[in-house]
Nanobody, 123 residues
Framework: EVQLQASGGGLVQPGGSLRLSCAAS????????IGWFRQAPGKEREAVSC????????YVADSVKGRFTISSDIVRNTVSLQMNRLKPEDTAVYFC????????????????WGQGTQVTVSS
């Protein structure tokens, strides 16, 4: 059974940091790209970042470039998203996703979706 277990969300003040983790199981981790989408109330789902364990490629959305960093631990089958200098507009439910081979910014390309974790940036 494929599982993508996201954790690390919460409430943080503007300018603060959070680290999201996604623990993957049930598929060959090395063959997959693992990433994050987010969705804020009333807004469309948005690709945030992705890393391919297959070819090492990465995708980072312009809106988070320079603030968010994605990394993969192939020993623990975990992908992390370090989020720094958070802004109120980063508030959303963040979903961990997996797609075979390489990253995509298109949600329908992803085979597997985990449950969301809420990130709220507010003073």
């Amino acid at each position: 059974e494929v599982q993508l277990q996201a954790s690390g969300g919460g409430l943080v003040q503007p300018g603060g940091s959070l680290r999201l983790s996604c623990a993957a199981s049930g598929f060959t981790f090395d063959d997959y790209a693992i990433g994050w989408f987010r969705q804020a109330p009333g807004k469309e789902r948005e690709a945030v970042s992705c890393i391919s364990n297959y070819d090492g490629s990465k995708y980072v959305a312009d809106s988070v470039k320079g603030r968010f960093t994605i990394s993969s631990d192939i020993v623990r089958n975990t992908v992390s998203l370090q989020m720094n200098r958070l802004k109120p507009e980063d508030t959303a439910v963040y979903f961990c996703v997996a797609e075979k081979w390489t990253c995509s910014s298109i949600s329908i390309d992803y085979d597997y979706w985990g449950q969301g974790t809420q990130v709220t940036v507010s003073s």
